[in-house]
């Protein structure tokens, strides 16, 4: 398989290129990684900031000395900034000399990512901060030391708004989150975003919904709704921006929003041009006829495994999609969804299936309702489910992502044989009684 | 479909007739049972003796009374001694008055669980309880407080001599636990029992291993290792004894473990006759061939409602065998199994894929291992999985049932995109490395 250059080195690139030497301990293999760091744990820097990551060592899951081990090449700060596919060579600038130069690949591998989305009222801001990679998270660590910050504002409500408000709560910091619109955390419905919003109160954070800053001035934010706020520090998400600018022109298909569609194999419509992390453009596994875009890192590291398989000539591990299975933790709320997003469902002809029930044994202390939304397409098929508890989300989602996958309706859900003891479930688990109110709506409707 | 008579009204048959009275406001339905109680949650017991379930009632499901409002008509202290499956009828014995009468029906259902077991050294011994049902909870409570016991000889170590032992640990009864053989709790693999063995220890558990009692004498258990340990009050659990033997000539099939085959009606050889519960035969859903008696709730649960819909005249719903799913918390370990008996394993050729991984990501803090056994077929089938973990049994355990349930096989496991962020697994979770290490194995031996 010759020479494999990989473009970007966190989670997806890093994963492809040890994938790949696994497999082929004699190709050369050259990674770019336009900043600092590469292979960091990302999903795992909120958690450094509140401490239950104890050390900032095991974010750091290989270096380019590690990987240097292993015989791969990698070159940070180096950035890939054209494609040739025709003569199958990249252009790279050495950010740091500002050296241009090419550099020729038998198969290529883009993992490039994306980059935080900024309002433009915060633009240049020096109180503001991201939480993407690990130097912005020593930024953080660090603004937070030597301006000894006891306050901070949080811009958006996704996975790092949220996972961030939670871990410097951890450290007693105050925190103002101000979202644009009325209920929080997108990812879920409505009325469980509403108990995340209690949620929230319950620990401190004010919440400034409907609002978003205008402009930031001697350490006060401006927001549209006309209140100011102290901001000493502010850290936003709001989403990222696919890095494939540098596609352009080079042959490779890249979607209006960036992303870069590819097939079973992680292929591009470029034969040896493979593509995979948060820019991979794939679809959802149960709905095939609808484009998925899954910024999450199960995705990235499954499609790594593929494509790593394919460029050392496997045609047997396929990538069949995604189910979009996600979660968060919320203090003491577990939040999670899999299969299609809400917009995408409506779509469909569907009904809904809305349980609550008690995670584990109701006689037993601490047990408490785990409320799951799920719906419904005509033939049974489970289009999105949605579920909120103080324990146990991620095994029903588990267990739905393996139901799902392979072709379990709503109606099969009474036949799975959960592990039941009362610490851990209900004789009938609640996805079991979903099942069964699956039945009964699907016949009240002649589906069954 | 007229009369229904329910011989049994614990977990099985009391759930069988609520689903049938749902689904038929009209039928006359008549539950005998033989002891003092119906359906109480019996594996909720060990837990009130502990005090994690607070209050006694919360074990009551349903009584005699509240039955009574749903039209169905239920006597205790009835014990039904002869059935007459050509006349249909059931020969009924009133414990309390002596009283001998005939009831016929239309449709006969069995639910008559098990008795159980007492080893010959301990029949007739005051100091020695079971638990089996409430009473003998009550029993149990009652005589540990009014003989201010203060050490408790256990003897069996199956899910009631586990549980027991850990519930009369949080009460700080000192606990010696007596077992036959050389490890611990038959369900699981002889290497994740020696975790079991140590954490007892831990918790201040005296282990007799390799030993029975021989008698007891003066509030003592002489073992059959010549030791002599104080036993002020015995609690033994060491299995069944079905309950079938007054099916003797009824035409009912009875197997010469005094188990009752069924279909996947829930239907036995006579037609109008169905069984559920710990004494009914069925087949392994993923090993058709292996007949499967799981003395579990999930299973009684399942059938119950298989075989009410099917006296009000369903075939839509099938019981499709069973997985034989287990789990139990053993202080701070859980502990579970699927698929196959480790004796059924043998005969079947296979490979084993022994996977230890963070149950969460690794360098969060609390991160501990599990360890995942499976028993993988020459076709992927998996067989059979053991695992222990701090954390997470349960989900992998109702994953897999789901994975199984639908013919998924070991190398499909990388396909089950789990819920992954750092608090609830890593990205690639230890069923998806089974998979992946299942793949290798298969290649490997040619096999993929």
Redesign the interface.
């Known amino acids: 398989m010759g020479k494999v250059v990989v473009v970007g080195g966190v989670?997806g690139g890093a994963t492809a290129a040890s994938q790949l030497r696994r497999l082929d301990p004699d190709c050369e293999i050259v990674i770019f990684e336009k900043d600092r760091d590469i292979s960091f744990?990302n999903?795992?820097l909120p958690?450094h900031i509140g401490g239950?990551?104890?050390?900032r060592s095991?974010?750091i899951a290989a270096t380019p000395e590690s990987f240097g081990k292993k015989d791969v090449t990698v070159r940070t700060y180096h950035e890939v900034i054209k494609v040739n596919t025709s003569e199958n060579f990249v252009t790279v600038k050495n950010l740091e000399s500002g050296e241009i130069f090419e550099e020729s690949y038998d198969h290529l591998v883009l993992s490039p990512g994306g980059r935080p989305r900024i309002v433009p009222a915060l633009a240049g801001v020096p109180e503001n901060h991201v939480l993407h990679t690990l130097e912005d998270m020593d930024e953080i660590m660090k603004y937070i030391d030597e301006e000894d910050i006891r306050e901070v504002v949080i811009v958006g409500s996704g996975?790092i708004g949220m996972e961030v408000t939670e871990n410097l709560r951890m450290r007693d910091i105050d925190v103002t989150l101000v979202h644009r619109n009325g209920y929080l955390y997108g990812h879920i419905e409505e009325e469980m975003a509403a108990v995340l919003q209690q949620t929230l109160e319950d620990h401190g954070v004010t919440l400034k919904m409907n609002s978003e800053i205008d402009r930031v001035a001697d350490g006060y934010a401006h927001l549209t709704t006309n209140e100011k706020i102290p901001a000493p520090m502010i850290i936003q998400g709001i989403g990222l921006t696919p890095n494939t600018e540098f596609l352009r022109d080079s042959g490779v298909d890249v979607t209006d929003r960036g992303l870069i569609p590819v097939n079973e194999y992680g292929q591009t419509n470029i034969e040896n041009v493979y593509a995979l992390g948060d820019i991979m453009e794939t679809n959802y596994?149960h709905a095939p006829e609808i484009r998925a875009n899954i910024k999450?890192?199960?995705?990235?590291?499954?499609m790594a495994?593929t494509i790593a398989n394919h460029i050392h000539g496997g045609y047997?591990?396929k990538f069949?999609g995604?189910?979009?299975?996600?979660?968060?933790?919320l203090f003491e709320y577990?939040i999670?969804a899999?299969g299609l997003e809400r917009k995408d469902v409506r779509d469909i002809e569907h009904f809904v299936i809305d349980n609550q029930q008690n995670f584990k044994?109701?006689?037993?202390?601490g047990a408490s309702k785990i409320r799951t939304k799920i719906y419904v397409g005509n033939d049974g098929t489970i289009l999105r489910a949605a579920m909120i508890s103080k324990s146990?989300?991620?095994?029903?989602?588990?267990?739905?992502?393996?139901?799902i996958?392979?072709?379990?309706k709503a109606q099969?859900l009474?036949?799975?044989?959960?592990?039941?003891?009362?610490?851990?479930?209900s004789?009938?688990?609640d996805?079991?009684m979903v099942g069964?109110k699956a039945?009964e709506e699907m016949k009240k409707r002649g589906l069954?």
């Open positions: 989670a744990a999903c795992g958690y239950e990551v104890a050390e095991q974010l996975f596994l999450l890192a199960w995705p990235a590291h499954r495994y047997d591990v069949e995604l189910l979009g299975t996600n979660i968060m933790r577990e999670g899999i044994a109701g006689y037993m202390e146990g989300v991620d095994k029903r989602l588990d267990t739905l992502a393996a139901h996958r392979a072709g379990g099969d009474i036949n799975i044989e959960v592990a039941y003891s009362p610490p851990f479930s004789p009938k688990s996805l079991n069964y039945i069954y």
